[in-house]
């Protein structure tokens, strides 16, 4: 793999930039891989990087059914934070976003990580309370949290409404300033063209059609482009996640909702951080290209179809206008939607599964992009030594029966509830 | 958006209606534990046709059993649930 740098740069400048090479090939299946991962998504990709890099696993296949990043990986809103209550969920959300802190570096790749601090509003004292209990919680853990006052937030973020007859009236808040974006579509290539190099096939417009089972264990998979054998077979298929399993004939806790987000005309910078608040659920950044990304409530009603309904849609855009009223006069030029795994307690799904040689990375409810590297690294760590890794031990699919859910929001059992 | 039969009222729009649960994760009272976890706790979750759970709660209130397709989103019938449609 040709290293991409300033200078690589400058010594094309004199031969017409014709130095430029694919960033991943385009193979043909092997018969046989000692790792075939389902899902050419950021978790497939990051988790068949960190398999040849960190654990010298090369003989590894992505299988995606369209193209690479087509699914959830190019339908978020490119936010990563790690401010989140629970030690399990924070503990793995800050290993996560350390990684983001130097992927770019590691990837050779520019994912254009952008730490411009997460904002979380607090509307009354019932929220400030919450956000005080969560910031303290986060700086046991060691991870930046700060509590802001109102006219601290005011001089962050002063398009905000801060009337005294405002809709939801602001009453401080608090930041994680290592919080940010990133460029999602660079993520998937990045880690694309890192796997690729080090052995990995990646094979696209292959779906796979079902699964191989010889006496209990999962021994490869057939697809569209013919049959594959499988030491291990990895799942990592976001909202199809159920669908796949299902083809092992696994049951999992998850239910399929369509999750929406849009995006206006860009505009001169507005919005300088990832705005989100305590008592709704909108949140608002603003694009390198200058759109201001909205994203808002899952449809809450199961879903595959990659599109959503008017009705959540109207309720983010009718909080993110109390929120910044300035943003009435500016056009909606998309809108889209993917569709999310959305498990029984808001927490991820990685380990083993009941089905031999079949691990699972699913249940990412809305928090996937921001989970993609270290989901990547402690997945492809969990497959390499057949265990969980410890940090995603709590996470493991048999918690729901053993009465040990992860329940951030505290809304319990029901993906419909978030 | 669906626009969903109900069977009191008629057309209506989807934002009168809440979704409920799937039709197969009702648990009886003497469900033992391992069937009342998987009721409870996993899902069927086709991509395709399923039976759902559905209130008119903006509406006349009466709880519906819905069966549709996930993916094109038709809906192939609506019943009232009651002594001949419990789920």
Known sequence: MAKYSAL??????????????????HPDPKASYDVVIIGGGGHGLATAHYLAKNHGITNVAVLEKGYIGSGNTGRNTTIVRSNYR????????????????????????????SPRGALTLGHSDGDMIRLAEKGDAMAVQGIDAELLTRDQVMKIE?????????????????????????RHDAVAWGFARSADSQGVDIIQQCEVTSMVVDAGRVVG???????????????CAAGHSGHVAAMAGLKLPVESQTLQAMVTEGVKPMVNTVVMTQSLHCY???????????????????????RGHAVTMELAVQQGLALIPA????????????????????????????VDGLWIDGGWCYGGFKA????????????????????????????????SPVDENGTGPFPNHR | MLLIPCPHCGDRAQAE???????????????????????????????????????????????????????????????????????
């Open chain 1, 86 to 113: 629970l030690e399990p969920l924070s503990r793995f959300y800050e290993f996560s976003l350390k990684l983001w802190e130097q992927l770019s570096d590691e990837l050779n790749y520019n994912v254009m990580f």
């Open chain 2, 17 to 87: 209606f809440a979704y409920e649960r799937t039709a197969d994760s009702v648990v009886p009272l003497d469900a033992a534990p391992d069937q009342a976890v998987a009721a409870l706790f996993t899902r069927t979750n086709p991509r395709g046709i399923d039976e759902e759970i559905w209130r008119h709660t903006y509406g006349c209130g009466s709880w519906m059993l819905i069966r549709r397709d996930r993916v094109s989103h038709a809906i192939e019938w609506v019943k009232p649930i009651g002594p001949a449609v419990l789920p």
């Open chain 1, 8 to 25: 690589s740069l400058l010594r094309g400048a004199f031969n017409g930039q014709s130095h430029w090479q694919p960033a991943w090939r």
């Open chain 1, 372 to 403: 993609t590297p270290g989901s990547g690294y402690l997945f492809a760590d969990t497959l390499a030594n057949q265990r969980p890794h410890e940090i995603i031990a709590p996470f493991s699919l048999d918690r729901f029966e053993r009465g």
């Open chain 1, 158 to 182: 002063p398009c905000l409404d801060f009337s005294h007859d405002a809709r939801f009236p602001i009453e401080g808040g608090m930041i994680q300033w290592r919080g940010g974006t990133a």
């Open chain 1, 284 to 306: 608002i950044s603003q694009s390198d290209k200058g759109g201001i990304v909205f994203g808002g409530d899952p449809d809450n009603w199961p879903s595959y179809a990659q």
């Open chain 1, 327 to 354: 943003l009435s006069r500016l056009r909606m030029l998309r809108t889209w939607a993917g569709v999310t795994d959305m498990s029984f307690d808001g927490s991820p799904i990685i380990g083993s599964t009941p």
């Open chain 1, 221 to 235: 998979v057939e697809t569209s482009r013919g049959r594959i054998n499988a030491g291990m077979v990895a799942i």
